[in-house]
């Protein structure tokens, strides 16, 4: 049980060893002492992404359609991806993310929040952004990509949601915030 002394101890790292090196990530073994014990923990290092949530003129957000490997279907996201490098600001890999992704463009963002996807063993960050007035771009997917750009009500979104058949956090979380902050919600 978790009491005010535990939680004062600090988890030191003791040594981190390298099992994986992939394009998207990379995965380590941890040694860590935890409060005088010591464990073995999973830890996965992702340098970051950002996604967008686009808002077209008449006020439907563009949703992007694509296949998803690890759960063997198609689901609805906003766009989003992985940053170039640690350096890259998460407001522009989001501008190029909703050009390639959408074919739109935006000149000005508003950051909405940012997310850490999986707590437990991931470090991934992702920055959201909010993208209005938007113009005509060049959408230019990656070889591995097919993707369908689809426009839908905030309130058909949010049953969805609300149903479980939207279950991607980086999408929930930014149409509920986007709700909370912009529209009312259902």
């Not at 990379?26 to 950002?50: C, N, P, R, S, T």
């Not at 463009?105 to 909405?112: G, M, V, W």
């Not at 929930?172 to 902050?181: D, E, H, L, P, R």
Request: net charge negative.
């Amino acid at each position: 049980m978790l009491n005010a002394e535990n939680a004062e101890k600090p988890v030191r790292l003791i040594q981190r060893t390298l099992k994986y090196k992939g394009v998207v990530l990379d995965v380590y073994e941890d040694l860590v002492d935890v409060g005088g014990h010591q464990a073995k923990w999973d830890f996965i290092h992702h340098m970051g992404a950002a996604a967008v949530l686009p808002v077209l003129a008449d006020g439907r957000l563009l949703m992007v359609r694509q296949y998803r490997h690890a759960l063997k279907r198609f689901t609805l996201e906003i766009p989003a991806g992985k940053r170039d490098s640690e350096d890259e600001d998460f407001m522009e890999c989001a501008r190029r993310e909703l050009e390639e992704e959408t074919g739109f463009r935006a000149d000005k963002l508003e950051f909405l929040l940012y997310v850490n996807t999986t707590v437990a063993f991931l470090d991934e960050k992702i920055g959201i952004y909010l993208a209005r007035d938007l113009q005509p771009g060049h959408a230019h997917w990656d070889e591995d990509e097919e993707l369908g750009v689809e426009a839908w009500e905030l309130s058909k979104l949010q049953q969805m949601i609300y149903e479980g058949k939207m279950t991607d956090g980086k999408t929930v979380a930014a149409i509920q915030t986007y709700a909370a902050k912009y529209r009312k919600p259902l």
